[in-house]
């Protein structure tokens, strides 16, 4: 650790102590927004208990260590607009809030997505699939609505969401197929027409595992660039596993869509640590064999996320000027969508909201990258 290094983490910590004289903050350790390379995002996203305050240990620690937050589900289509006549802004509004009053960048997610969005969306007349205008009239209506609400007090959205598939090719979403493959470019063009300053994100999950994948990613961009649609980033969400992808596949997924001349954005990183296959169905109870670290994690295996974090967090580094945001998918093992009946352990904060190991190494890798 350098010595400067060493002398943020104590003036932070000793800021703390005096700004709060909690032990409970203390105990979160250093803070990562004061670590990060200068200009880097770097957070969370949120769920309502805690944008909307109710998760008082959870929003300490995110007041603490973050200076982005992303909303998990609340800006979502069915969470903002569930009929065509009735948009629902009060939890957006005040998840909004909760970023803009602790001076963080306020991140959307998301337009344009083919999950969590109410059927009227898509639906024509008999059952059919509605037309292409009436489809781009929705969308417009949607973006224009959404994003013009929040002009100037969201710095970006993910403006579509997982449009690809595994091997690259465009997925049969309902909206291609009433759009047609050009549904994409229009939802950039209604996000610019709505807040020519917004961000603009295309943002899907597997670039870094999946070559063809990310090439598909790679022709989205590039199509949007030629026919002269701003995009500003694309965001790899980083749901990785130990070991997928390893660190010279992010190496080469970050080179490669830099190259397209927009940043980089990690969206939604956690690390799995259990097996898809197993899974219980919803509200089932999980089997003994997939659930394998009920009662705790092994010490082996915390070690083994740590590294992976740190490896992960070098990574990054190097590619300090090409990445401008590395946002978490929750902020505490408890709170992660990859629970689903299991116990999980995907991220720096364990249940108690307590710093794991893997945190103590990201800090160390954020304390000594500097030449
Ligand atoms: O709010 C209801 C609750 O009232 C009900 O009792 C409960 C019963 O299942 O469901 C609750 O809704 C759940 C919601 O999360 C809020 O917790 C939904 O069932 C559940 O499907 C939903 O899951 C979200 C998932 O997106 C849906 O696709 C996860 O929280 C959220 O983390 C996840 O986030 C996605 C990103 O948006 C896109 N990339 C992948 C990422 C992980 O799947």
Redesign the pocket.
Same mark, same amino acid.
């Given at each position: 650790m350098s010595r400067r290094g060493f002398a943020r983490v104590l003036s932070a910590a000793a800021g703390l102590t005096a700004t709060t004289g909690s032990s409970r903050l203390l105990a979160q350790g250093p803070a990562l927004k004061e670590l990060v390379p200068s200009g880097w995002l770097i957070g969370a996203?949120v #769920?309502q208990n805690q944008s909307d305050g109710r998760d008082t240990v959870a929003v300490d620690l995110i007041t603490r260590q973050f200076n982005t937050i992303s909303p998990? =589900?609340l800006l979502?289509f069915q969470s903002l607009h569930p009929e065509p006549d009735r948009f629902t802004f009060e939890a957006a509004d005040r998840y909004v809030a909760f970023g803009r009053d602790r001076g963080m960048a306020v991140i959307g997610? #998301?337009l344009v *997505?083919h999950?969590?969005t109410p059927r009227w969306v898509w639906d024509g007349p008999d059952g059919a699939l509605a037309d292409r205008t009436t489809m781009l009239a929705r969308m417009r209506t949607h973006i224009s609505t959404v994003v013009g609400r929040y002009k100037g007090r969201i710095r970006g959205w993910d403006v579509v =969401?997982?449009a690809l598939n595994d091997d690259g090719t465009l997925r049969d979403s309902p909206w291609r197929r009433g759009i047609g493959d050009d549904y994409i470019a229009r939802a950039f063009e209604f996000a610019n027409a709505a807040d020519p300053n917004v961000e603009l994100y295309y =943002?899907d999950?597997n670039l870094a595992t999946r070559p063809e994948k990310r090439a598909g990613a790679i022709r989205i961009i590039k199509d949007l660039q030629q026919r002269g649609i701003r995009i500003d980033a694309v965001g790899e969400?980083g749901?990785w596993r130990l070991g997928a992808p390893t660190a010279a596949d992010v190496d080469r997924a970050i080179t490669e869509l830099r190259a397209t001349g927009v940043k980089v954005l990690i969206t939604?990183l956690d690390v799995n640590l259990l097996a898809s296959a197993g899974a219980p169905a919803?509200?089932q109870p999980p089997s003994p064999e997939s659930n394998p670290y009920a009662d705790g994690l092994p010490d082996d295996v915390q070690q083994a996320l740590a590294r992976y974090y740190a490896d992960a967090f070098r990574v990054l580094l190097t590619h300090r000027d090409d990445i401008a945001r590395v946002t978490f *998918?929750?902020v505490s093992d408890g709170d992660s *969508?990859l629970n689903r009946g299991r116990a999980n352990y995907p991220l720096l904060w364990d249940r108690q909201r307590r710093p794991k190991p893997a945190f103590d190494d990201v800090v160390k890798v954020l304390m000594t990258w500097r030449p």
């Amino acid at each position: 650790m350098s010595r400067r290094g060493f002398a943020r983490v104590l003036s932070a910590a000793a800021g703390l102590t005096a700004t709060t004289g909690s032990s409970r903050l203390l105990a979160q350790g250093p803070a990562l927004k004061e670590l990060v390379p200068s200009g880097w995002l770097i957070g969370a996203a949120v #769920n309502q208990n805690q944008s909307d305050g109710r998760d008082t240990v959870a929003v300490d620690l995110i007041t603490r260590q973050f200076n982005t937050i992303s909303p998990e =589900n609340l800006l979502k289509f069915q969470s903002l607009h569930p009929e065509p006549d009735r948009f629902t802004f009060e939890a957006a509004d005040r998840y909004v809030a909760f970023g803009r009053d602790r001076g963080m960048a306020v991140i959307g997610h #998301n337009l344009v *997505w083919h999950s969590q969005t109410p059927r009227w969306v898509w639906d024509g007349p008999d059952g059919a699939l509605a037309d292409r205008t009436t489809m781009l009239a929705r969308m417009r209506t949607h973006i224009s609505t959404v994003v013009g609400r929040y002009k100037g007090r969201i710095r970006g959205w993910d403006v579509v =969401n997982e449009a690809l598939n595994d091997d690259g090719t465009l997925r049969d979403s309902p909206w291609r197929r009433g759009i047609g493959d050009d549904y994409i470019a229009r939802a950039f063009e209604f996000a610019n027409a709505a807040d020519p300053n917004v961000e603009l994100y295309y =943002n899907d999950y597997n670039l870094a595992t999946r070559p063809e994948k990310r090439a598909g990613a790679i022709r989205i961009i590039k199509d949007l660039q030629q026919r002269g649609i701003r995009i500003d980033a694309v965001g790899e969400q980083g749901h990785w596993r130990l070991g997928a992808p390893t660190a010279a596949d992010v190496d080469r997924a970050i080179t490669e869509l830099r190259a397209t001349g927009v940043k980089v954005l990690i969206t939604e990183l956690d690390v799995n640590l259990l097996a898809s296959a197993g899974a219980p169905a919803p509200g089932q109870p999980p089997s003994p064999e997939s659930n394998p670290y009920a009662d705790g994690l092994p010490d082996d295996v915390q070690q083994a996320l740590a590294r992976y974090y740190a490896d992960a967090f070098r990574v990054l580094l190097t590619h300090r000027d090409d990445i401008a945001r590395v946002t978490f *998918w929750g902020v505490s093992d408890g709170d992660s *969508w990859l629970n689903r009946g299991r116990a999980n352990y995907p991220l720096l904060w364990d249940r108690q909201r307590r710093p794991k190991p893997a945190f103590d190494d990201v800090v160390k890798v954020l304390m000594t990258w500097r030449p």
